[in-house]
C-alpha cells in the first residue's frame, strides 16, 4: 500500500485543523459536511466542482487503508481535507510564479495503482487517485517554495523554549543515542558487524525503519523512566559504546551511546534537535493557517448553493 496511507494521512491532518475555521466563519453551512446525496455539487471553488462521488472516494481511500468498516468519524474530516486541498491547489496555480511539474507525481499515482489492485478496480478510481496525488505534490511544492521556505528557528527562540519547557522537568540522568531499526535478525546481525561509530549515522540514514533515520538515527535526550526495559542497558554504557542487538515490538535495534546527561549538566543543545522540530513545526502550522485564509479570501466559490466571492 504504497504512498496511500501517508497521503490519507497527511491531508486528513492537514484538513482537520481547518475544520472549525471552514464552518465557523460561515463559509460551509453545517448542512454541507452531512452526507448529500441529494446534491449534485457540494461546493465549487474556482473552476472545481467538488461532488458527493469525490468525497464518497476519499472516504473509500482511508477505509481501505485504515481497515475501519464506518465512514460516519470519517466524513466531516475527509470534506474538509477534500475542500481545504482544493482551494489551495487553486491558490498555488493562479500564482503565475509557481510551475508545477507533474513528471513526478504521474508516477507516484502509477506506483501507487500497481501497488493496490484491490483498491483501483476501475477506470474511475484510477483517475481520481491520479488527480488527488498531483494536486496533493502541488500544495506541498508551492508550500515549500512560497509559504514555509523563509522559516527558521533562532538561537534566542530555542534558548527560551528550553528554560520554559525542558530545564526544570529535567530530575534524572539521561541518555542521547542514535539507533538503527531493522525488521529482522538476520539483518540486524549484519549491521551489528558492519557499523562503527564513525559510520553508524550514515548506515542509519539508509538501512533503518525507524522515524529518526533522516537525522541519523539521532534521539533525543531520554531517562530511564522513558524507556523500555530492554533499552536499559545504554545508561551502564561508555560514551561512544554501541550496544548488542536489542528486540522490541518494533524491530531490532542497535545504538550508539552518544552523550550522557545528568541535571546540573543540561543545556539546551542536549535538546536542540526536538526544540527546533517542533518550533519549526508551529511556524509551519502558523503560515499554513494565513495561508488558507488568503486562498479563502482569494479564490470564488459556491456552497450549499450559494456563490461566495473572496470579499464575503
Not at 218 to 245: C, E, K, N, Y
Request: hydrophobic fraction near 40%.
Amino acid at each position: 500500500m504504497r504512498n496511500l496511507l501517508r497521503i490519507t494521512i497527511v491531508l486528513t491532518v492537514m484538513g482537520a485543523g481547518a475544520v472549525s475555521w471552514w464552518l465557523y466563519n460561515g463559509k460551509i453551512p453545517k448542512s454541507v459536511h452531512q452526507d448529500q446525496h441529494h446534491s449534485d455539487v457540494i461546493a465549487v471553488i474556482g473552476e472545481e466542482k467538488i461532488t458527493p462521488d469525490d468525497l464518497q472516494f476519499e472516504i473509500d481511500l482511508a477505509l481501505h487503508e485504515t481497515g475501519a468498516t464506518s465512514a460516519t468519524a470519517l466524513r466531516k474530516d475527509m470534506l474538509s481535507s477534500l475542500l481545504e486541498t482544493e482551494v489551495l491547489y487553486a491558490y498555488a496555480i493562479n500564482d503565475k510564479r509557481f510551475h508545477h511539474d507533474t513528471t513526478a507525481c504521474k508516477q507516484k499515482a502509477t506506483d501507487v495503482i500497481a501497488d493496490n489492485p484491490s483498491f483501483f478496480t476501475d477506470a474511475a478510481r484510477i483517475e481520481r487517485i491520479k488527480h488527488k496525488i498531483c494536486k496533493f505534490d502541488a500544495v506541498q511544492t508551492y508550500g515549500e517554495q512560497y509559504v514555509y521556505a523563509d522559516i527558521a528557528v533562532s538561537d534566542q527562540e530555542m534558548e527560551e523554549y528550553f528554560l520554559n519547557h525542558y530545564q526544570h522537568k529535567i530530575k534524572e540522568d539521561m541518555i542521547v543515542f542514535r539507533q538503527i531499526v531493522l525488521a529482522s535478525e538476520g539483518e540486524a546481525k549484519r549491521a551489528r558487524i558492519t557499523v562503527n561509530k564513525g559510520n553508524f549515522g550514515s548506515y542509519a540514514r539508509e538501512y533503518s525503519i525507524a522515524p529518526e533515520a533522516e537525522n541519523g538515527g539521532l534521539v533525543g535526550a531520554l531517562a530511564q523512566s522513558d524507556l523500555p526495559q530492554v533499552f536499559h542497558v545504554l545508561f551502564s554504557m561508555r560514551t561512544g559504546q554501541i550496544s548488542p542487538i536489542l528486540k522490541s515490538p518494533y524491530g531490532f535495534h542497535i545504538a550508539l551511546l552518544v552523550k550522557k546527561i545528568t541535571p546540573d549538566t543540561v543545556t539546551v543543545n542536549d535538546y536542540s534537535l526536538e526544540i527546533e522540530h517542533q518550533l519549526v513545526s508551529e511556524k509551519r502550522l502558523k503560515a499554513h493557517q494565513q495561508w488558507l485564509e488568503r486562498a479563502m479570501h482569494t479564490i470564488a466559490f459556491t456552497t450549499g448553493g450559494v456563490h461566495r466571492n473572496q470579499d464575503s
